[in-house]
């Protein structure tokens, strides 16, 4: 276990990333039930969206998710302020502001990544955030874009935008390249560089800075909490969840509860009940514990049990009740109906 009384208080210690598509409510539901320390993190939901969209569908949540962040995009202070706002009362216990995605569809809104180009107006952002809720305003970047991506560069970025009062900051550990990458190789081909990040943790000392990029274990994680405040990872914790299931005792020093994979299936079933009973899809839950049984014995067995049948299933316990079957020793009890 990391040395608890060399760790600096934050609550940022260990983040799940925003992740369109995969992060949504019941994602963070199910990580919630395999760590209670680690810090969720929403979707990014644009501006537009949140002002004018469905809201109880993109920002309703389960009160047993928190503590979790809300992802806003956009550039436009007055829009993102009150955005903001209503993230807090939706009772979100953070806004994060997105500088860090390279999607084609962001650049045209002028949002994400290419907004590393344009820190007083992320400083201007963060401001009229800050002026409109209680909770914490945080920012997500990564260390350049295009060719805006010498250290003096990010070194303006961050300074600009702390002066706004911003103390906290993701920073994803390479750059982004707008024209000629598609967003899944801006997260694979330009290189880590963690020396960067924390390069900034040593200038600025006195903000959190979380590491994020390329982070696929707790012992890596363990380690980059020598340097860093808090770590954010993405792929790795959705991929192998399984992994969220240490970090409480790993990472927070918190051993008051041991859990096994059945455990979680037992916990998620009356959840996906609920979920069915209210005419939601159980495999909308499903889909994301595909990897909980990743590097197991059964693993390749429960992942073809549920996206085989779960796409079909209506009810989900039922389904959970043979996957249980399938992996684990200690059958559930049987239902109550
Ligand atoms: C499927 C997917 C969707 C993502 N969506 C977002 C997003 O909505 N907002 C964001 O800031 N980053 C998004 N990212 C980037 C991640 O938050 C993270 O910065 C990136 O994956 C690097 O971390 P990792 O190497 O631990 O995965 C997404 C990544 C993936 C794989």
Known sequence: MADMGAMKASTHRFCVAPMMDWTDRHCRFFHRLLSRHARLYTEMLTVPAVLHGKREQLLGFDPREHPVALQLGGSDPAGLAQAARIGEDWGYNEINLNVGCPSERVQTGSFGAC??????????????MRGAVQVPVTVKCRIGVDDQDSEADLDRFIDTIADAGCDTFIVHARKAWLKGLSPKENR???????????????RRPELTIVLNGGIGSLDDAERHLDTFDGVMLGRAAYQMPWMLAGVDRRIFGDDSREIDRGDVLRALAPYIENHAARGGRPYNVLRHILGLYHGQPRARAFRRLLSEQGPRATTGGELIRAVLALVDERKMPAAAE
């Open 115 to 128: 907004l590393m180009a344009e820190p007083e107006l992320v400083a201007s952002c963060v401001g009229a």
């Open 188 to 202: 694979e081909v330009p290189p880590l560089d963690y020396a960067r990040v924390a390069r900034l943790k040593a």
